[in-house]
Protein backbone atom coordinates (compact mmCIF):
# COMPACT_ATOMS: atom_id res chain seq x y z
CA UNK A 1 0.00 0.00 0.00
CA UNK A 2 0.91 3.44 -0.51
CA UNK A 3 1.95 5.22 3.11
CA UNK A 4 1.12 9.03 3.37
CA UNK A 5 2.63 11.15 5.55
CA UNK A 6 0.77 14.71 6.46
CA UNK A 7 2.90 17.61 8.09
CA UNK A 8 2.54 18.94 10.75
CA UNK A 9 0.15 16.71 13.01
CA UNK A 10 -1.21 19.78 14.14
CA UNK A 11 -0.93 23.38 14.31
CA UNK A 12 -1.89 26.67 15.40
CA UNK A 13 -3.38 29.67 13.96
CA UNK A 14 -4.67 32.66 14.04
CA UNK A 15 -7.95 33.73 12.20
CA UNK A 16 -7.03 35.62 9.19
CA UNK A 17 -3.61 33.33 9.16
CA UNK A 18 -2.42 32.05 5.99
CA UNK A 19 -2.33 27.95 6.63
CA UNK A 20 -0.52 25.17 4.31
CA UNK A 21 -0.26 21.77 5.63
CA UNK A 22 1.82 19.35 3.42
CA UNK A 23 1.17 15.89 2.55
CA UNK A 24 3.96 13.36 1.01
CA UNK A 25 3.10 10.04 -0.72
CA UNK A 26 5.66 7.08 -0.39
CA UNK A 27 5.91 6.93 -4.25
CA UNK A 28 4.62 8.95 -7.28
CA UNK A 29 0.98 9.10 -7.32
CA UNK A 30 0.36 11.95 -10.35
CA UNK A 31 -2.45 14.03 -8.82
CA UNK A 32 -4.37 11.36 -7.93
CA UNK A 33 -4.57 13.25 -4.31
CA UNK A 34 -7.82 14.66 -2.71
CA UNK A 35 -8.28 16.78 0.75
CA UNK A 36 -10.90 16.24 3.01
CA UNK A 37 -12.15 18.63 5.85
CA UNK A 38 -13.39 16.96 9.11
CA UNK A 39 -15.51 18.96 11.65
CA UNK A 40 -15.43 17.83 15.43
CA UNK A 41 -18.56 15.47 15.45
CA UNK A 42 -19.34 15.52 12.12
CA UNK A 43 -18.38 13.37 8.49
CA UNK A 44 -15.53 14.32 6.30
CA UNK A 45 -16.02 16.40 3.33
CA UNK A 46 -13.93 16.44 0.28
CA UNK A 47 -12.57 20.19 -0.54
CA UNK A 48 -9.84 19.45 -3.07
CA UNK A 49 -10.12 16.70 -5.50
CA UNK A 50 -6.94 15.53 -8.21
CA UNK A 51 -4.63 17.79 -6.30
CA UNK A 52 -6.06 20.94 -7.11
CA UNK A 53 -9.44 21.35 -8.12
CA UNK A 54 -11.76 22.83 -5.95
CA UNK A 55 -15.01 21.02 -5.12
CA UNK A 56 -18.00 22.53 -6.02
CA UNK A 57 -19.48 24.79 -3.05
CA UNK A 58 -15.75 25.08 -1.31
CA UNK A 59 -14.59 28.49 -0.48
CA UNK A 60 -11.99 29.73 -3.16
CA UNK A 61 -9.86 30.50 0.63
CA UNK A 62 -9.13 26.89 -0.06
CA UNK A 63 -6.25 25.54 -2.93
CA UNK A 64 -4.02 22.55 -3.62
CA UNK A 65 -0.92 21.80 -5.57
CA UNK A 66 1.61 19.37 -6.48
CA UNK A 67 2.29 15.74 -8.24
CA UNK A 68 4.54 13.32 -7.81
CA UNK A 69 4.93 12.66 -4.42
CA UNK A 70 4.67 16.07 -2.70
CA UNK A 71 0.95 18.14 -2.01
CA UNK A 72 0.19 20.95 -0.77
CA UNK A 73 -3.17 22.59 0.97
CA UNK A 74 -2.71 26.10 1.34
CA UNK A 75 -6.22 27.88 3.45
CA UNK A 76 -5.31 31.90 2.09
CA UNK A 77 -7.13 33.54 5.41
CA UNK A 78 -8.32 30.82 8.23
CA UNK A 79 -11.98 31.21 9.06
CA UNK A 80 -13.44 30.35 12.48
CA UNK A 81 -15.36 27.32 10.49
CA UNK A 82 -12.22 26.19 9.22
CA UNK A 83 -11.01 24.69 12.37
CA UNK A 84 -11.19 21.32 12.13
CA UNK A 85 -8.79 17.99 10.91
CA UNK A 86 -8.01 17.73 7.16
CA UNK A 87 -6.60 14.42 5.84
CA UNK A 88 -5.27 13.84 2.52
CA UNK A 89 -5.90 10.74 0.64
CA UNK A 90 -4.32 8.81 -2.18
CA UNK A 91 -6.33 7.38 -5.16
CA UNK A 92 -3.92 6.63 -7.53
CA UNK A 93 -3.82 2.91 -6.62
CA UNK A 94 -6.12 0.35 -4.55
CA UNK A 95 -6.96 1.22 -1.63
CA UNK A 96 -7.01 4.60 -1.69
CA UNK A 97 -5.33 5.54 1.69
CA UNK A 98 -5.41 8.39 3.99
CA UNK A 99 -3.21 10.68 5.87
CA UNK A 100 -3.16 10.24 9.59
CA UNK A 101 -4.29 14.26 9.83
CA UNK A 102 -3.73 17.01 10.80
CA UNK A 103 -5.46 19.42 13.40
CA UNK A 104 -5.79 22.92 12.87
CA UNK A 105 -6.36 24.63 16.43
CA UNK A 106 -7.21 28.14 17.59
CA UNK A 107 -4.54 30.02 18.86
CA UNK B 1 -29.11 16.72 -3.39
CA UNK B 2 -27.44 13.71 -2.27
CA UNK B 3 -28.34 11.49 0.61
CA UNK B 4 -26.97 9.12 2.30
CA UNK B 5 -28.10 7.47 5.80
CA UNK B 6 -26.54 4.91 7.01
CA UNK B 7 -28.33 2.64 10.25
CA UNK B 8 -27.36 -0.85 11.93
CA UNK B 9 -24.87 0.24 14.32
CA UNK B 10 -24.37 -0.83 17.94
CA UNK B 11 -23.25 -2.69 20.63
CA UNK B 12 -22.22 -6.68 19.76
CA UNK B 13 -20.32 -8.69 21.94
CA UNK B 14 -16.47 -9.92 20.23
CA UNK B 15 -17.32 -12.58 17.62
CA UNK B 16 -20.62 -10.85 16.89
CA UNK B 17 -22.62 -9.76 13.84
CA UNK B 18 -23.78 -6.84 12.66
CA UNK B 19 -25.11 -5.44 9.12
CA UNK B 20 -24.97 -1.61 8.34
CA UNK B 21 -27.05 -0.48 6.05
CA UNK B 22 -27.02 2.77 3.68
CA UNK B 23 -29.84 4.37 2.33
CA UNK B 24 -29.17 6.75 -0.88
CA UNK B 25 -30.84 9.04 -2.66
CA UNK B 26 -30.70 12.34 -4.87
CA UNK B 27 -28.54 10.53 -7.98
CA UNK B 28 -28.41 7.84 -9.89
CA UNK B 29 -27.48 4.96 -7.38
CA UNK B 30 -26.46 1.99 -10.01
CA UNK B 31 -23.89 4.36 -11.65
CA UNK B 32 -21.26 4.87 -8.63
CA UNK B 33 -18.39 2.86 -7.17
CA UNK B 34 -19.41 3.07 -3.27
CA UNK B 35 -17.59 2.40 -0.28
CA UNK B 36 -17.34 1.77 3.42
CA UNK B 37 -14.70 4.40 5.58
CA UNK B 38 -14.23 4.10 8.86
CA UNK B 39 -13.26 6.05 12.24
CA UNK B 40 -11.60 4.43 15.20
CA UNK B 41 -12.43 6.68 18.06
CA UNK B 42 -9.90 9.34 18.66
CA UNK B 43 -8.04 7.98 15.16
CA UNK B 44 -7.67 8.53 11.48
CA UNK B 45 -10.08 7.17 8.25
CA UNK B 46 -9.53 4.35 7.04
CA UNK B 47 -10.46 2.34 4.06
CA UNK B 48 -13.11 -0.48 4.37
CA UNK B 49 -14.21 -1.85 0.95
CA UNK B 50 -15.74 -0.77 -1.90
CA UNK B 51 -18.14 -2.23 -4.46
CA UNK B 52 -18.74 -1.26 -8.52
CA UNK B 53 -22.14 -0.06 -9.59
CA UNK B 54 -23.00 -2.84 -10.99
CA UNK B 55 -22.52 -5.25 -7.78
CA UNK B 56 -20.04 -7.51 -10.16
CA UNK B 57 -16.92 -6.59 -8.28
CA UNK B 58 -16.24 -6.01 -4.49
CA UNK B 59 -12.74 -4.91 -2.73
CA UNK B 60 -11.82 -5.56 0.57
CA UNK B 61 -9.12 -3.91 3.39
CA UNK B 62 -6.37 -7.20 4.85
CA UNK B 63 -8.11 -5.96 8.14
CA UNK B 64 -11.78 -7.39 6.92
CA UNK B 65 -11.17 -9.46 4.32
CA UNK B 66 -12.85 -12.98 4.73
CA UNK B 67 -14.88 -10.92 7.57
CA UNK B 68 -16.85 -8.62 6.05
CA UNK B 69 -19.12 -8.55 2.97
CA UNK B 70 -20.05 -5.50 0.99
CA UNK B 71 -23.53 -5.73 -1.39
CA UNK B 72 -26.07 -3.55 -2.95
CA UNK B 73 -29.77 -3.37 -3.85
CA UNK B 74 -29.49 -1.08 -6.71
CA UNK B 75 -33.47 -1.49 -7.02
CA UNK B 76 -33.66 -0.40 -3.46
CA UNK B 77 -30.84 2.16 -3.76
CA UNK B 78 -29.46 0.89 -0.46
CA UNK B 79 -25.97 -0.13 0.13
CA UNK B 80 -24.51 -3.01 2.73
CA UNK B 81 -22.05 -4.11 5.03
CA UNK B 82 -22.29 -7.61 6.34
CA UNK B 83 -19.49 -7.57 9.19
CA UNK B 84 -19.20 -10.93 11.16
CA UNK B 85 -16.09 -12.29 13.24
CA UNK B 86 -16.31 -8.99 15.26
CA UNK B 87 -13.56 -7.98 17.19
CA UNK B 88 -12.70 -4.75 19.29
CA UNK B 89 -10.47 -3.41 16.91
CA UNK B 90 -13.15 -3.08 14.39
CA UNK B 91 -14.74 -0.58 16.98
CA UNK B 92 -15.73 2.85 14.91
CA UNK B 93 -17.77 5.14 12.93
CA UNK B 94 -18.47 3.69 10.06
CA UNK B 95 -19.21 5.63 7.35
CA UNK B 96 -20.48 5.21 3.55
CA UNK B 97 -19.09 7.06 0.94
CA UNK B 98 -20.21 7.39 -2.82
CA UNK B 99 -17.61 8.04 -5.54
CA UNK B 100 -17.12 11.22 -7.15
CA UNK B 101 -18.20 12.60 -10.51
CA UNK B 102 -15.28 13.59 -12.15
CA UNK B 103 -13.10 9.61 -12.34
CA UNK B 104 -10.68 10.89 -9.24
CA UNK B 105 -11.34 8.20 -7.16
CA UNK B 106 -12.37 10.60 -4.39
CA UNK B 107 -15.33 9.86 -2.16
CA UNK B 108 -17.72 13.01 -2.93
CA UNK B 109 -20.13 12.17 -0.39
CA UNK B 110 -20.46 10.89 2.38
CA UNK B 111 -22.97 9.86 5.38
CA UNK B 112 -23.17 10.98 8.67
CA UNK B 113 -21.77 7.84 10.22
CA UNK B 114 -22.91 4.68 12.46
CA UNK B 115 -21.09 3.64 15.37
CA UNK B 116 -19.99 0.00 15.98
CA UNK B 117 -19.40 -0.78 19.15
CA UNK B 118 -17.57 -4.24 19.88
CA UNK B 119 -17.09 -5.09 23.79
CA UNK B 120 -17.83 -7.71 26.29
Known amino acids: DIQMTQSPSSLSASVGDRVTITCRAS??????LNWYQQRPGKAPKLLIFAASNLQSGVPSSFSGSGSGTDFTLTISSLQPEDFATYYC?????????FGQGTKVEIK | DVQLLESGGGLVQPGGSLRLSCAAS????????MRWVRQAPGKGLEWVSS????????YYADSVKGRFTISRDNSENTLYLQMNGLRAEDTAVYYCAKDSEDGSGANGYWGQGTLVTVSS
Open chain 2, 26 to 33: GFTFSSYV
Open chain 2, 51 to 58: ITGSGAST
Open chain 1, 27 to 32: QSISTY
Open chain 1, 89 to 97: EQTYISPGT
